[in-house]
Structure formats: C-alpha cells, structure tokens
C-alpha cells in the first residue's frame, strides 16, 4: 500500500494502483486520433532539454492524490530512445511521471511520437510556455532558449504564444539578470516586473535584445 499526502496531512491509501485504468484518447497535430499506451516507468526518462526545472513537492502529492482517484487524465508524450527503441524520452508532461512514480506506478499511459530532435525540443519547450503557473524566469529562459535555436525571433514568438512584442522583449531582459537577482525572481522574492527595470538599468553589454 502506498499512501500519498497532501498539505493537510491527509494520507490517501492507492493499495493494489499498478496500473493506470483511465482510458485516454489525445489528438495530434495531424487530427488524427491517437491512443496511449500503457508502457513500463522503469522504461521512461526525462529528457534533458525541458525548460521546466523545478517541481513543487507539495504541488506533485496532490496531483498524484488526483491520479490515485481519478487515473491520469492526461497521458505524457513520448519518443522513442536507443539504439532499438527500447527506452522512451518524455517530450511533454515530466509533472505528471514524477507523480505517477511517486504512486510506484508499475506502467502509465503515453502517446508514442515519431518527431525528430528539433521538433521534440519546441514541442517540451511550447507545453511549458502554456501553463497557467509557469514561472518568470522559466518562462523567460524558454523564450531564450527558443530565440537561441535561431528558428524564431520575438516577433515570431509573440505570433505563436499569443503575446505582444513588448511582453517577450521584457522576458527575455530577465535572462540579462545576474545570478544573484535572477535567484531571488526565481524564488518569488522579488517580482518579474521589478526584475525587468533592474536589467534595464543594467544594460547588457552586447545589447543582444535592445529596442
């Protein structure tokens, strides 16, 4: 049995939850349907280039108290790994494998895609950018590391996320912060708005996002 949680110290029993029972159908790009498949946890990993860093741990006990109730809604995307394929990189939905093993899950729901390297790499970045509760500093660091690929500029950026012009350029002056100051952003101890007047007045050198 394994209990799980949440922030009021209510433990939620999962006895006997190996496996996910939720049926779950997502659609691609293409329009077409696309079913998940149950694939083994100990054959998942995450992939390096997520924009995402931080997990809350509070945050993940409730979301895997929620699969425990109700399956994983929403399944993870995945591409094959290896030499014959027999590993999967998460694409998109780290959050949701940390709490399905946080629950021992024996296998959890994926849909398989066969994307290349480049495409997985805006697919992990674009999932995060739309989260409700993505960060600052990891927002601004994901435009960055968009406008990086040489692929976008801001103005493509504004275009594809729905944001103005303005928006991206004073995310990406977070990026201009030094460590210590980016930290406290990060932290929550100072706002994203005040971050963005310290880099202004503290113009980088290169002058790589003026105006």
Do not use: W
């Not at 280039?49 to 699969?67: G, H, M, P, V």
């Not at 899950?105 to 066969?114: G, K, M, Q």
């Not at 100072?190 to 050198?205: H, P, Y």
Request: aromatic residues 4%; contains cysteine.
């Amino acid at each position: 049995m394994t209990a799980i949680k949440n922030n009021n110290g209510t433990a939620v029993a999962t006895e006997n939850l190996t496996t996910v029972a939720t049926a779950v159908v997502a659609n691609n790009p293409d329009n077409k349907e696309r079913k998940a498949v149950n694939i083994a946890s100990d054959l998942i990993e995450p992939s390096n280039y997520n924009a995402r860093k931080t997990f809350d741990a509070d945050a993940l006990k409730e979301l895997a108290q929620s699969i425990s109730v109700h399956g994983l809604i929403q399944p993870i995307t995945v591409r094959r790994k290896g030499e014959k394929g027999e590993h999967y990189e998460i694409i998109c939905g780290e959050r949701r494998f940390r709490a399905c093993r946080l629950l021992n899950l024996a296998e959890i729901p994926c849909i398989i895609r066969e994307v290349t390297d480049q495409q997985a790499y805006d697919l992990s970045i674009s999932e995060n950018l739309q989260r409700e509760d993505v960060p600052p500093m990891e927002a601004a660091e994901a435009y960055k590391r968009l406008i990086d690929t040489k692929r976008y500029d801001i103005a493509s950026l504004a275009m594809q996320y729905g944001k103005s012009e303005k928006h991206i350029y004073q995310m990406l002056k977070l990026c201009d912060l030094i460590k210590g100051i980016a930290n406290l952003v990060s932290e929550g101890k100072l706002t994203a708005s005040a971050g963005i007047v310290i880099s202004q007045v503290r113009q980088k050198d290169t002058g790589e996002y003026s105006e």
